[in-house]
């Protein structure tokens, strides 16, 4: 019986958890010009335990993942050579953040149709950044580059 508790707290209550966000901003310094903008995807550590943060993903509505599974998920490419960005594996205290930067221009995924925007943690596990952040960013890029991409204004 004490077997099959345990196992339940390490595998559900136990598991590392990552408060991820993604915004569009820019690095400022003093005496340097600024760098950006570019997309952020950042995870924070909500522990319990130190966890390493793995690649960005993203994927299309869970309605559009049924009618071509195919095409529902992807990886975005992340610059680690960024000033802001953590490096590829390295390991996230608890209360620490990671950082993934990509560029933002007019080729970026916000010009796609997806609806969540998340990470991968050391154990293989998707945690997904709110969607309203996710259209707050896509409603800056429209903004900015306006009738580019399929979803143009």
Not at 57 to 70: E, V
Not at 128 to 153: D, I, S, T, V
Request: charged share 20%; hydrophobic share 35%; aromatic share 12%.
């Amino acid at each position: 019986m004490f077997t099959a508790g345990w196992t339940v707290y390490r595998e559900a209550i136990q598991r590392p958890k990552f408060r991820v966000s993604i915004a569009i901003k820019s690095v400022f310094q003093g005496g340097h010009d600024p760098i950006g903008p570019d997309i952020f995807v950042e995870a924070l550590n909500l522990g319990p335990l130190p966890n390493r943060l793995g690649l960005v993903w993203c994927r299309k509505s869970w309605w559009q993942r049924r009618i071509s599974p195919t095409k529902s998920i992807a990886h975005i490419a992340s610059n680690y050579g960024h000033i802001a960005a953590t490096t590829s594996g390295e390991r996230i205290e608890v209360g620490d953040t990671g950082t993934h930067v990509s560029p933002y221009d007019v080729d970026c995924f916000l010009n796609g149709d997806w609806s969540q925007v998340g990470v991968t943690d050391g154990y293989g596990r998707y945690h997904w950044a709110p969607r309203k952040q996710l259209r707050e960013a896509r409603e800056q890029y429209r903004r900015e580059f306006p009738q580019e991409g399929p979803l143009g204004n």
